[in-house]
């Protein structure tokens, strides 16, 4: 499986940003996704998740409200809609997947990393 994430870019505080990531080589509706974030200087942290048999969904208490992960199994692609976005929110954001049908919090529990894309938050 190979995850190509995209659509960071720079944005002002309060504004959105929409992640992208493409998946090839298997269907996404049959893996669990996930949103990682690693702030400069700061070690990798979870951001959201999404199971793969009822797209059940878990946040970090930081992006709740803030952030959504959703599915487009047509295009094979998962989203991360970031709004209200803040300067701590500034990061190279990852995304993962991996077969298992739970929620998964833990960076170790996903086989499956597409390369960063960097979100810049200005005040």
């Known amino acids: 499986v190979q995850l190509q994430a995209s659509g960071g870019g720079l944005v002002q505080a309060g504004g959105s940003l929409r992640l992208s990531c493409a998946a090839s080589?298997?269907?996404?509706?049959?893996?669990?996704a996930g949103w990682f974030r690693q702030a400069p200087g700061k070690e990798r942290e979870f951001v959201a998740t999404m199971r793969r048999y009822d797209d059940s969904t878990s946040y970090a208490d930081s992006v709740k409200g803030r952030f959504t992960i959703s599915r487009d199994n047509a295009k094979n692609t998962v989203y991360l809609q970031m709004n209200s976005l803040k300067p701590e929110d500034t990061a190279v954001y990852y995304c993962a997947a991996d077969s298992s049908y739970g929620l998964r919090t833990h960076q170790r529990e996903y086989d499956y990393w597409g390369q960063g894309t960097l979100v810049t938050v200005s005040s």
């Open positions: 080589g298997r269907t996404f509706s049959s893996l669990s």
